[in-house]
């Protein structure tokens, strides 16, 4: 479904431990990213990559981290220092081969803090 | 940074009737406009979306239409129909692939 597939939709976080999410792409796009949506807020991006092994911070980086070990895969972890991660997050890719395309979206993890 | 305004947050139109969504960025090197739409639960889909150098493109019942001078861009949807609700978003890019900026998004309800 759409090339981008998420995982998992629903995720309950605890105080104090991390989590990953997963993002995995089959469209042989260079460029994916992480949002984080909240109501009334759009989206905001944490983290993109625009090839392996290389990725940058987004306007809201502070708590997360990220990989790009393979060209696939991008995943993302909402770390302890996280204070409110409770929210819905969205990966994208792009293909990165010049100018500017649409965005490919998964279907979003909603994260909650219990 | 870029920053986009959208506006309104909430629309409700009847069937039938057409239905305008705004977008303000601050960037006038901006060069990329995309317009997505994400149905209750689901992935926002890339919809219509319009470069700097046309100021309107037209896709069915959807268009979008852009002032550069203005740095504002708009949705129009002509005859709603109920499967037309959901939450549009517009964004603006500078052409790279690291600086998509979102609107806060519009909540679009079309009553039968």
């Known amino acids: 479904d759409g090339g981008i597939t998420q995982s998992p939709k629903y995720l309950f976080r605890k105080e104090g431990q991390n989590v990953t999410l997963s993002c995995e792409q089959n469209l042989n796009h260079d460029a994916m990213y992480w949002y984080r949506q909240d109501p009334g807020q759009g989206l905001r991006l944490i983290y993109y990559s625009q090839i392996v092994n290389d990725f940058q911070k987004g306007d809201i980086a502070e708590g997360y981290s990220v990989s790009r070990e393979k060209k696939e895969s991008f995943p993302l972890t909402v770390t302890s220092a996280q204070k409110n991660p409770t929210a819905f997050y969205l990966c994208?890719?792009?293909?990165?081969?010049?100018?500017?395309?649409?965005?490919?979206f998964g279907s979003g993890t909603r994260l909650t803090v219990v | 940074g870029e920053n986009v305004e959208q506006h309104p947050s909430t629309l409700s139109v009847q069937e039938g009737d057409s239905a305008v969504i705004k977008c303000t960025y601050s960037?006038?090197?901006?060069?990329?406009f995309p317009w997505y739409k994400q149905e209750l639960g689901k992935r926002p889909q890339l919809i219509i979306d319009i470069r700097s150098n046309v100021g309107e493109k037209k896709d069915q019942r959807i268009a979008v239409t852009l002032n550069k001078t203005a740095k504002h861009f708009s949705l129009h949807i002509t005859e709603t129909q109920p499967e037309d609700s959901a939450v549009y978003f517009c964004?603006?890019?500078?052409?790279?692939?690291?600086?998509?900026?979102f609107g806060a998004g519009t909540r679009l309800t079309v009553k039968p």
């Open positions: 964004a603006a890019s500078l052409g790279n692939n690291n600086d998509m900026r």
């Open positions: 960037d006038s090197a901006s060069n990329y």
């Open positions: 994208a890719s792009t293909s990165g081969t010049g100018g500017v395309y649409g965005y490919t």
